[in-house]
Antibody, heavy 121, light 107 residues
Framework: EVQLVESGGGLVQPGRSLRLSCAAS????????MHWVRQAPGKGLEWVSG????????GYADSVKGRFTISRDNAKNSLYLQMNSLRAEDTALYYC??????????????WGQGTLVTVSS | DIQMTQSPSTLSASVGDRVTITCRAS??????LAWYQQKPGKAPKLLIY???SLESGVPSRFSGSGSGTEFTLTISSLQPDDFATYYC?????????FGQGTKVEIK
């Protein structure tokens, strides 16, 4: 059974940093691209970032480019999102999502339950 | 960026009704469109990919159609478990974008 478990969310002040993690199990992690997708409270879904199986291809939404960094550790079956210079508009539930392909196709067939990031002073 | 626009934003329907949700892309995305279902407090679930292909395990009352810029999700006979919010998503070109969602409510 595919499982994606996010962690690392919390309350953080504007301008500070936070690192999210996603622990994957139930599938061959390094056979798939992975993504972060977020959802602000009461709002829709926004793709944040994606990374191919070998980290050779990485993409970011314009809203986070230059502030967020996605990475993965295939030996640990883990995905990460380093978030710097956080803003109030980054407040959201952050989902880890599995791609259906080894490269970034951005079709998401499994999602975690999310970790909540709240940016507020 | 490609903008995805869903209509309606909210839909009130009864069990057994046929329901159709429309998604329009601001430019052609061929058939690179997916539909997701999200229930309150839950993660989204993939229903349809490549505009009309049913994801494994999804009931056959769900169907998708369209290509280019106009797409539809149809639920042939609405069931109690189907009351949820539905999102379309284009995966034709970076940056990948979602529609704003359509909430299907009980009438």
């Amino acid at each position: 059974e595919v499982q994606l478990v996010e962690s690392g969310g919390g309350l953080v002040q504007p301008g500070r940093s936070l690192r999210l993690s996603c622990a994957a199990s139930g599938f061959t992690f390094d056979d798939y691209a992975m993504h972060w997708v977020r959802q602000a409270p009461g709002k829709g879904l926004e793709w944040v970032s994606g990374i191919s199986w070998n980290s050779g291809s990485i993409g970011y939404a314009d809203s986070v480019k230059g502030r967020f960094t996605i990475s993965r550790d295939n030996a640990k079956n883990s995905l990460y999102l380093q978030m710097n210079s956080l803003r109030a508009e980054d407040t959201a539930l952050y989902y880890c999502a599995k791609d259906t392909a080894i490269t970034i196709s951005s079709l998401f067939d499994y999602w975690g339950q999310g970790t909540l990031v709240t940016v507020s002073s | 960026d490609i903008q995805m626009t869903q209509s309606p934003s909210t839909l009130s329907a009864s069990v057994g009704d046929r329901v159709t949700i429309t998604c329009r892309a601001s430019q052609s995305i061929s058939s690179w469109l997916a539909w997701y279902q999200q229930k309150p407090g839950k993660a989204p679930k993939l229903l349809i990919y490549k505009a009309s292909s049913l994801e494994s395990g999804v009931p056959s009352r769900f169907s998708g159609s369209g290509s280019g810029t106009e797409f539809t999700l149809t639920i042939s006979s609405l069931q109690p478990d189907d009351f949820a919010t539905y999102y379309c998503q284009q995966y034709n070109s970076y940056q990948w974008t979602f529609g704003q969602g359509t909430k299907v409510e009980i009438k």
